[in-house]
């Protein structure tokens, strides 16, 4: 049995390649890791966010992000079968240290930052080139 890991970052395209990813799971008897990532962005959060409550979590919202993801994919019940990791970091190197001895990595072509003109965003352009196993790319 294979391990298939899947970037969600709950944009449609992640959306589908998702459902892409579990798909293939059942048809091949692989796990599905479902890996969502958030970082800091480059500037202090106080300059670019005054008044952030103390209890602000990031870590908590890219759960819940990808809960809902999940749900929205599969179903209420569909994200049983799939394990679910947030980390901490670039979503390009999140999803190519999560790789690492996966049988292949499932991308959307485009994330939420994504340009509409471009034929891949800048996470799955640098995993297509950089990924330590077989890369699927699911386009719209």
């Not at 890996?35 to 008044?51: D, F, H, I, K, R």
């Not at 799939?82 to 485009?110: F, T, W, Y």
């Amino acid at each position: 049995m294979g391990r298939i890991v899947v970037g969600v970052d709950g944009s449609d395209s992640s959306i589908k390649a998702l459902h892409w990813a579990v798909r293939q799971a059942e048809l091949t008897g692989a796990t599905v890791e479902a890996v969502n990532s958030w970082e800091y962005p480059a500037t202090s959060w106080a300059s670019m966010m005054p008044g952030m409550p103390e209890d602000f979590d990031p870590q908590a919202l890219a759960t819940v992000s990808l809960n809902e993801a999940l749900e929205e994919a599969l179903g209420a019940g569909g994200a049983a079968g799939v394990s679910k990791v947030v980390v901490i970091g670039n979503p390009a190197q999140a999803l190519l240290d999560r790789a690492q001895g996966a049988d292949l990595l499932v991308v959307g072509a485009r994330g939420h930052t994504g340009l509409k003109a471009t034929l891949l965003g800048s996470v799955s352009l640098h995993v297509t080139q950089h990924a330590p196993c077989p890369v699927t790319v699911v386009r719209d």
